[in-house]
């Protein structure tokens, strides 16, 4: 999705224009799959939010209950690249950040508040800050 919004914007969005011209081949991009990315990445982040929903409801810190598990990690950390923590906890070069914050609005808009509330659980009970590379 960054790399199509960088081709798309000539680079005014997504990755510096020559950072996206060297990725497009590499993963395979095409202009047509764009828009079955995007619904993929909202139907996932729905069904993610449902399940965090569904945790504070049961009671439940977790995704799948009372203790972390690998699903925990991975969601928490797989929003790095749609809701970013906080510069101070998550530091990026410009040309990152700025990939990240101009990421289509629709998905961004898409995380949950329990989705957001679980992530900012797991960094501060599991996972390190600041998030170095």
Request: proline fraction near 9%; glycine fraction near 6%; hydrophobic fraction near 50%.
């Amino acid at each position: 999705m960054l790399v199509h919004a960088s081709l798309s914007t000539d680079g005014r969005e997504g990755w510096p224009l020559p950072v996206a011209v060297n990725l497009a081949p590499k993963y395979g991009y095409a202009p047509e799959r764009a828009p079955a990315a995007k619904a993929r990445a909202l139907a996932t982040l729905a069904l993610f939010g449902r399940v965090a929903d569904d945790a504070r409801a049961r009671g439940d810190d977790y995704l799948l209950g009372g203790a972390p598990t690998a699903l925990d990690v991975y969601a928490a950390t797989a929003l790095g690249v749609i809701a970013p923590l906080p510069d101070a906890q998550c530091p990026m070069v410009a040309p990152v950040r700025h990939a990240i914050d101009t990421l289509d609005v629709e998905v961004r808009a898409a995380v949950s508040t329990a989705l957001l509330a679980h992530r900012d659980r797991m960094y501060e009970r599991h996972l390190p800050l600041p998030v170095q590379f």
